[in-house]
């Protein structure tokens, strides 16, 4: 019973990371990569489609995102869909292919990434810490039914604990990081 709630918590704390990290994915620096493009969806004959799997996306450079449709007559249907998935960016349409230059950031518009991603973080961390709230409280419901003793919940209180503190260290790790990448020029 035990085991099973501290993986339980094990596995939501590790689920909430890793919603961080695709939030962190999804706030753009002044430089491009592909995934950046992932969260678009493009209407593709009635079904809303992820736009690689409808084009190719590729890094021309370092500030250009290319965008390839697999059929010529989607080149529109794309670049419309990168123009309204509100994420800031102006595609131009080249014969065949469609770029996305990366325009640079003021330091202004980085200050202002840098409090959402530390928004992001800090829901992370309220995440977490629910989800030790939770554990524990499972545990003192197991110690009241008298399935487990006091020091058996005491300790596994305390891995609990230590779980959440190292889990909360890799988020101020990635915080830490994407503040970094968002600060430089």
């Known amino acids: 019973m035990i085991a099973d709630t501290k993986k339980t918590a094990e596995q939501k704390m590790a689920k909430a990371l890793e919603a961080l990290?695709?939030?962190f994915a999804k706030v753009r620096t002044g430089r491009a990569h592909a995934g950046m493009l992932?969260?678009?969806?493009?209407?593709?004959?009635?079904?809303?489609?992820?736009?690689?799997?409808?084009?190719?996306?590729?890094?021309?450079?370092?500030?250009?995102?290319?965008?390839?449709?697999?059929?010529k007559k989607m080149i529109q249907?794309?670049?419309?869909a990168i123009r309204e998935?509100?994420?800031?960016?102006?595609?131009?349409?080249?014969?065949?292919?469609?770029?996305?230059p990366?325009?640079?950031?003021?330091?202004?518009r980085r200050k202002?990434?840098?409090k959402l991603v530390k928004g992001e973080?800090?829901?992370?961390?309220?995440?977490?810490?629910?989800?030790?709230r939770d554990a524990n409280n499972a545990l003192?419901?197991?110690?009241?039914?008298?399935?487990i003793s006091e020091d058996e919940e005491r300790r596994a209180q305390d891995d609990v604990q230590k779980l959440t503190d190292k889990t909360i260290a890799e988020v101020d790790k990635q915080f830490t990081a994407k503040e970094a990448e968002l600060m430089s020029v």
């Open 21 to 23: 990290k695709n939030n």
């Open 38 to 71: 992932d969260t678009v969806h493009v209407d593709y004959y009635g079904a809303m489609t992820p736009i690689n799997g409808v084009a190719s996306v590729t890094l021309l450079d370092a500030r250009t995102i290319g965008v390839q449709p697999y059929e």
């Open 77 to 80: 249907v794309i670049e419309k």
């Open 85 to 100: 998935a509100d994420l800031g960016l102006n595609p131009s349409v080249n014969s065949d292919i469609i770029r996305v």
């Open 102 to 108: 990366m325009p640079m950031m003021s330091e202004e």
């Open 112 to 114: 202002e990434l840098v």
């Open 121 to 132: 973080a800090e829901d992370a961390r309220v995440a977490i810490r629910s989800v030790r």
């Open 140 to 147: 003192k419901d197991a110690l009241k039914a008298k399935t």
